[in-house]
């Protein structure tokens, strides 16, 4: 029923900043609470973050001030700035529903922290 599709990965020295986009189709954004998650090779999946339906938003542990999630529900979008990158947030990075439930999964956006 509902596509996502993430753009904006790219290979970042540590301490840069990437901006990370998620277009929705499918469905009105509006509608649903939006999370973004990771998963780096060998690991689970994990929810970085997460914003309401209304804006309210909730951050993973490692994440907490470092990065920023959005919404503009208008364009079906939703948006991960990720500032003060390090290497351990090297990941395939996706947007889904929070929780994901049935909804499947994007292709992804690979974010590479390195120097």
């Known amino acids: 029923q509902v596509q996502f599709v993430e753009s904006g990965g790219d290979l970042v020295q540590p301490g840069g900043s990437l901006r990370l986009s998620c277009t929705v189709s499918?469905?009105?954004?509006?509608?649903?609470?939006m999370g973004w998650y990771r998963q780096a090779p060998g690991k689970q999946r994990e929810l970085v973050a997460a914003?309401?339906?209304?804006?309210?938003?909730t951050y993973g542990d490692s994440v907490k001030g470092r990065f920023t999630t959005s919404r503009n529900n208008t364009k079906n979008m939703v948006f991960l700035q990720m500032d003060s990158l390090k290497p351990e947030d090297t990941a395939v990075y996706y947007c889904?529903?929070?929780?994901?439930?049935?909804?499947?999964w994007g292709q992804g956006t690979q974010v590479t922290v390195s120097s």
């Open positions: 889904n529903k929070s929780p994901p439930g049935a909804s499947s």
């Open positions: 914003i309401s339906s209304f804006g309210i938003t």
């Open positions: 499918g469905d009105f954004l509006g509608f649903y609470s």
